[in-house]
Each structure stands twice: as C-alpha cells, then as structure tokens.
C-alpha cells in the first residue's frame, strides 16, 4: 500500500452534523419549542423560508442513518442534543422520550462500532429560555446550561465518554444578538453581545466541571471557529504580523479560555467594550479542558501594516477559489491555525470538530454526484493537518462537516455541505464522490 501523507497511527477520523440541522419531528415526543423555530418564521431571515420542521428526518430514520455510516467505514460520529427535547422549558421538567431518542442513537452507533462525541449546545435554545431570561444575556443562563448538562450527562454519561459543551459561542451571539442573522436575533450594542458571549463561556465553564463530576474517563472539550489569521507570504514582517494578529483576535474566547485572563487591549480593538466579569468567572471560564475542537472553514490572510496593531486583513481579489458560500478556499490558514495552537497551548490536544465545503452537489444522469470540487477542498485542507503534524501540531482527529446535506441556518436546504446527498422530497440518500473518497481516506489512514 502506499504510504505517503500517512496519518499517525491511532489518529481519529469522522464526521459531524447537529441536532437542529438534521433531526426535524419538530413537534413530536414533547420536544418544545426552540429560538431556530422561531426565527425560521420572520420573515426574510431564512432563505426560501425554510425551516428545520422536517429537515433530513433523521429523528424517525437515525437507524438508517447509522447503517449509513457503517456502511461508509465510519468510526466517530459527532452530534448534538436537541435541548428542547430534554427541557422542553429549558429547566425543570424533563422529557424521558427525549433522552431515550439519543440513548437509542447512542446505541445504534456503539453496536456499528462507531465512537459518539456529543456537543450539548449547538444553537438550539428552549425559547421558554429566550422569554424568561432573554437567553444568554443573562448570567444565569450559565447555571441553567450546567443544569441541562447535568441532566444529559447523568443519562447517557455511562454510553458517551467524549463531549463537547458548547459550539461556535460567536454565532449565536454576535451573529444573533448583534447582527440579526441567527437566532434569536437582534441589534446590540458591542457590550451585550460581548456579555452574551462571556455568559456562554461561564456556562461552558461550569458545564465542564459538572460533566467531569459525572462522567467516568470523560473527554471534554470546546468546540469554536478560533480566528485563523495567516501570513499572506511567508516572509519576514507578515509572519510576525500573523502571529500577533492570531493571538489578538482570538482573545475573546480561546485565550481566556485557556489562561483565565481577558487581554483588554486586543480585546477592544477587536470587539469593542469590555464585558463585566470577576475572578471567580475567570476561574471556572479557565477550568482544565482535554481537548479542544476547531471548526474551520476559511479566513483571508493578514499583511503587516503601517498602523497601531501592526497588521490588516488583507482583501482577496474576486477571482480567488471559493466555495458555493462564496467563502475564500485557504488550506494554509488552517495550517498556521494548528502552528499556532501548539505553540501557545504546547499542552493541548486538537482536533478538528468541523471542516468542509458548500458545493453544487447536482445529481447526474448516472445517479452519482460527482463533487471533485468538495474532494479538492479535502485533499488540500487534510494535506495542510498532515504538514502541521508532520512539523509537531498536536491535532489528534479530523470530523467532517457535513455526514449529510442539512439546514444551513439562515441560508436553508439552498446549501450543501455533505458528503451524503440528501434528496429533500423523498428523503433519501446517496453518497457522493467525496463520500466514496473519504471512506478511502479512512480505510487507508492518508490523504490520496
Ligand atoms: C458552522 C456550524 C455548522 C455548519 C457549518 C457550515 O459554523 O457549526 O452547524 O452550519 O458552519
């Protein structure tokens, strides 16, 4: 066999999805409702109007699914709970019928020999939560979502080891409650959303120290599209430039998160006003973590700059490479991305928790989907975790985004990431190229 672009041995290959995105049975078995639910139907916020009702069904067809994915050679699988299913007030009352659905898919999954990483939030929130507490604006929130967390992982804390709390906090707070394209929507002012932004990391905080109370040899972590910025070329002053702008821009989460500090100055220049916190929150913010997960997609590059911080984004010409979100295609990015975290976190393990592209995915006449283009954007972006390794990055596992095409948020069915086809009338599934090509690069632990 050949050997080059070889992954170490024992590395962790799978594939992800999320709950909101695929499950649908959006009123069934007592699941209240959620902020997605809700936004879904102001009008103009999704694209179509389409809403996560009945998405890829994947609540009646989760058996299917996992025989899918078995089928494909896959190993670990992550997802995430619905919590308007546990809590369909968001507290208090719990739903039994909700937490058997995930220990039946946890299951399913163990018996086809497929590993779970359950993320407990990736957006879905109760909206009885929204109402009372105005979400994550409130601090209290962080206390609720360790309760939720408790109740999750006392259920299924004895079939599930790996967990992730939280994903992508900027999403559903400075997408959400800053520029009203995510639920729950909104306008805010740069303090609250920053506010919002540290109550979910007080809640990823307390959560963590509740799961590891609960859960025997847990793996717990957060998952988060850190900034990526890289040098535009690879010469003195853009790396230093890229370096400093790295570390700068990802003050508002991943720093604090590992050092239990706020660098106020960077944090200014690139969010605005200062949230309020205390030593206390800074602490459980800071609480040891075993791994941290990075979803990447894109980021344009940085170039040194006559200006206070030293750097600037650089702007990409029109016909730079992109995918059908109009995102820029930059495998180095994540290269230096996975640099740069083992050179400031020597100690912590990564894997990436998200990776993928938006494509044209037609079908053709033959009944294959022949998405060389998603294949390429693999091929480029697993070479760049190879060459990271490869030079000592401490990156562990990959999970492509996505196992299936499914509700992209604002932009509806319009977009597909996976690398199955979903076939929204009929609801049914075909694998596509970049399937066939990542159950090679599975089988065979490389990069072809
Ligand atoms: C990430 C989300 C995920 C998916 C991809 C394309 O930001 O975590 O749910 O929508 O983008």
Known sequence: ?????????????????????????????GRGECTWDRFCRRPGKVVGGDTGNVACDHYHLYKDDVALMKSMGLKHYRFSIAWPRILPEGEGQINQKGLDFYKNLVDELLN???????????????????????????????????DYSDVVSRSLGDRVKKWATINEIMCFTTLAHKLDMHAPGGRESDKITNQTAHHALLGHGMATQVLRRN???????????????????????????ARKAWKERNS???????????DEESYVRHYGEMPETTAEDMKIISTPLDYFGINFYNCPPVQAADNEAGYETVDLPAAYPRTAMGWPITPDALYWNLKYMTEFFPDLPVYIT??????????????????????????????????????????????????????????????????????????????????KYYSRVMAENRVF
């Open 1 to 29: 066999m050949i050997q080059e672009y070889k992954f170490p041995e024992g590395f962790i290959w799978g594939s992800a999805t999320a709950s909101y995105q695929i499950e649908g049975a959006w009123q069934e078995d």
């Open 215 to 241: 859960v025997q040899d847990s793996f717990i972590g957060l998952v988060d599209n850190n900034e990526a910025p890289w040098p535009v070329l690879n010469t003195e002053p853009h790396l230093r430039a």
């Open 252 to 262: 508002q989460r991943l720093f604090p998160m590992m050092t239990g500090e706020y």
């Open 354 to 435: 998200e990776n993928g592209m938006a494509a044209d995915d037609s079908m053709s006449e033959d009944g294959t989907v022949k998405d060389y283009d998603r294949i390429e954007y693999l091929r480029t972006h697993l070479r760049a975790c190879h060459r990271a390794i490869e030079e000592g990055a401490n990156l562990k596992g990959y999970y492509l985004w996505s196992l299936m095409d499914n509700f992209e948020w604002a932009f509806g069915y319009s977009k597909r990431f996976g690398m199955i086809r979903v076939d929204y009338d009929t609801q049914k599934r075909t694998i596509k190229e970049s399937g």
């Open 112 to 146: 086809a020999g497929i590993e779970p990483l359950a993320t407990l939030f990736h957006w879905d929130l109760p909206q009885a939560l929204q109402d009372k507490y105005q979400g994550w604006k409130d601090r209290r929130m962080a206390q609720v979502f360790a």
